[in-house]
């Protein structure tokens, strides 16, 4: 719950530079609303410096901190990570032809090369796990190439999986739509009053 607390009195800091609020969700792993986010940059006054601000987070997600979020693009069965995807892809159309593009496109051809070969191989024979294997609902936590676990999911979790625990077995958790909507009115507000400000 503390770890809620901070991300969201950062996010609610940082959303006036749109750019820093949808880092911020990228490293907390908040990926549901980093992806809602890159649908509100519609929104935002896109100059020549915000596009600027959108080439250096594509840098940054080349760094060794973005590192456990690279490794996600590769994730299969329970583990797989849709709305990460749809947040690099957003990047990806927000930003012009360029290196950064480039670089961003060729990550994802290269996430979607194995997941087009998954998919392939389990139509053809009609299982993605051998009998003999781990169960999608069993398999270990992924890990770092150190051996070290990976974080667990985005802080909105973190106190609904303590009273999930005693209760029974459910799908995965979903993330806080109310906390989300929440964020992403704020994000905009401060988004409206800083156009508002441009123009004047």
Known sequence: EDKDEIFVTLFKTWCVDP?????????????DLSSELVGHLTTVNLTVGFLMEVDKLVQLLESPTFLPLRLELVNTGSEFRP???????????????????????????????????????????????PESGPSPSSAPAPTSPTGSKLPGKHFFNTHRSRSAATAAPKAD????????????????????????????
């Not at 892809?89 to 194995?114: E, F, K």
Request: glycine share 4%.
């Open 19 to 31: 750019i820093a609020a949808l880092s911020l969700c990228l490293m907390a792993r908040c990926y």
């Open 83 to 129: 709305a990460l995807l749809r947040t690099l892809y957003g990047l990806l159309m927000i930003l012009p032809q360029s290196g950064a593009y480039n670089t961003l496109s060729s990550r994802l051809n290269a996430a979607a090369s194995l997941h087009l070969a998954i998919a392939s191989n389990a139509g053809a024979h009609g299982f993605m796990w």
């Open 173 to 200: 958790l979903q993330p806080d739509r109310s906390a989300e909507a929440e964020l992403l009115a704020h994000f905009s507000a401060a988004q409206t009053r800083a156009a508002r400000s441009f123009e004047l």
